[in-house]
T-cell receptor, first 118, second 116 residues
Framework: AQKITQTQPGMFVQEKEAVTLDCTYDTSDQSYGLFWYKQPSSGEMIFLIY??????QNATEGRYSLNFQKARKSANLVISASQLGDSAMYFCAMREAHPETSGSRLTFGEGTQLTVNP | DVKVTQSSRYLVKRTGEKVFLECVQDMDHENMFWYRQDPGLGLRLIYF???????EKGDIPEGYSVSREKKERFSLILESASTNQTSMYLC???????????????FGDGTRLSIL
């Protein structure tokens, strides 16, 4: 079974600074995918960024980048130039192929609550 | 934009009631999912469906069932609600039937369910 670990229950960062949110994973699959989601206090889950296990380049989407270290099994999210609106819960998730069907599912970590201070 | 709509934002029910949570997506996605979210536990998968009338158990299916009679609708049923099912419930959908898909799941706004 796959497992996702986010070791930082809470993180604080000053506005305009960069912050790294940690995510480690455990899988025996060779092909897998890693996703990051943001959940503001309003509750909706917002997809941020995706990294495939065979992608050679680290994924980037605007101010979000993914520091993917395959040998260490880590997929840390880096947010550059933090904004007050970045305050939210952040979840790391891994795609897991279903063994008996053509489907796949996500396994989520416990989340990191990020607070951006003015 | 993908729209995933959950029928209720807040719901209060009594112990022993049969509870229906409805989810509708408007993008013809093949896959749909039900999660519950509890503080400190992240999102846990209850059931998912990768096609009409198909369903697969997730990590915590006990006490729940699902129905997918039409592609756009995925219903979660609490057969006999109990207080330990008080939680936030999130529905999601995803395009594509490949098990290696890089498509993200798109989520509804959630239903905060209280069982008294």
């Amino acid at each position: 079974a796959q497992k996702i670990t986010q070791t930082q229950p809470g993180m604080f960062v000053q506005e305009k600074e960069a912050v790294t949110l940690d995510c480690t994973y455990d899988t025996s699959d060779q092909s897998y995918g890693l996703f990051w989601y943001k959940q503001p206090s309003s509750g909706e889950m917002i997809f941020l960024i995706y990294q495939g296990s065979y992608d050679e380049q680290n994924a980037t989407e605007g101010r979000y980048s993914l520091n993917f270290q395959k040998a260490r099994k880590s997929a840390n999210l880096v947010i550059s130039a933090s904004q007050l609106g970045d305050s939210a819960m952040y979840f790391c998730a891994m795609r897991e192929a279903h063994p008996e069907t053509s489907g796949s599912r996500l396994t989520f970590g416990e989340g990191t609550q990020l607070t951006v201070n003015p | 934009d993908v729209k995933v709509t959950q029928s209720s934002r807040y719901l209060v029910k009594r112990t022993g009631e049969k509870v229906f949570l409805e989810c509708v997506q408007d993008m013809d996605h093949e896959n749909m999912f039900w999660y519950r979210q509890d503080p400190g536990l992240g999102l846990r998968l209850i059931y998912f469906s990768y096609d009409v009338k198909m369903k697969e158990k997730g990590d915590i299916p006990e006490g729940y069932s699902v129905s997918r009679e039409k592609k756009e609708r995925f219903s979660l049923i609490l057969e006999s609600a109990s207080t330990n099912q008080t939680s936030m419930y999130l529905c999601a959908s995803r395009r594509g039937q490949s098990r290696w898909s890089n498509q993200p799941q798109h989520f509804g706004d959630g239903t905060r369910l209280s069982i008294l």
